[in-house]
């Protein structure tokens, strides 16, 4: 009976030794991976020369302020879009296009996600091609916002299922220019 109860005793203390030690590999494995994801994020930020590199797409890079306007105007209309980058697959916009003649207003806000697919093609006012992000808009109604890739300094929107009014439109009469 002696022997029974030391052998339950072991079993008992052996079972206690393999928790701690399954414990201390997960915690130290956690510990580990979320080492090794700080080193890979401070890799592509930095590079050999120190200079700061990001994967974040170029719209991201090449503007100090994350909050950027753009803006078409003609003698009859004025469509604003406020951009804000949540983060480098979606911005946050407020659309607003306006009829000056009408004294009407149309908005939309929401949140537009890019598939970070292929890029997607454009043409300026004078025919010439250029490649954009394409980021996309889909709960009232949809959206496309094509920012150019190379410059950021244009942008141009197509609308599917708005129900918006039609003197104050939210595609594009015209190419928005970075304000």
Known sequence: MVQKQKFNEMRTIQIVIFIVIINFLFVFSCTTGNDK?????????QNNEGEVVSD??????NNS?????YVYE???????????FVNKREIEFQLISENKVRQQKASIEGIAKTNNGDAEIDEDEEGNSYPVNEYI?????????????????????????????????FSSVGILKKQ
Do not use: A, G, H
Not at 56 to 61: C, G, T
């Open 137 to 169: 808009y889909e709960s009232d109604c949809w959206l496309s916002f094509r920012i150019d890739m190379e410059t950021q300094t244009t942008m141009k929107i197509i609308m599917e299922d708005c129900i918006s009014n039609q003197y104050c439109p």
């Open 74 to 84: 003609n003698d009859t209309l004025i469509q604003t879009v406020k951009l804000f």
């Open 37 to 45: 994801d700080v080193m890979n994020t401070e890799t592509v930020l």
């Open 65 to 69: 302020s994350l909050n950027i306007v």
């Open 56 to 61: 974040e797409p170029e719209i991201i890079k």
